[in-house]
């Protein structure tokens, strides 16, 4: 997969830190109550992860995105 560089505004970046946090503590609440499926529960925690690197990312400023 190519990497994508983006340039955010201030705001933007702001609005998509806390989509993302949204979607963390939804995804959160998903793997917990996912116990039919040991392939789905791993996938649900991958995207946790890529999620939490995001919010990582994009936290630590323009330098690390």
Same mark, same amino acid.
């Given at each position: 997969m190519a990497d994508v560089h983006?340039?955010?505004s201030q705001g933007e970046?702001?609005?998509l830190l806390r989509m993302l946090n949204d979607a963390q503590r939804k995804k959160r +609440?998903? +793997?917990r109550r996912t116990e039919f499926s040991h392939e789905m529960r791993?996938?649900?925690e991958a995207e946790e992860l890529l999620i939490e690197g995001l919010i990582a990312r994009l936290s630590a400023?323009?330098?690390a995105v």
């Open positions: 983006l340039t955010l970046q702001e609005l +609440v998903e +793997v791993e996938e649900l400023g323009p330098a």
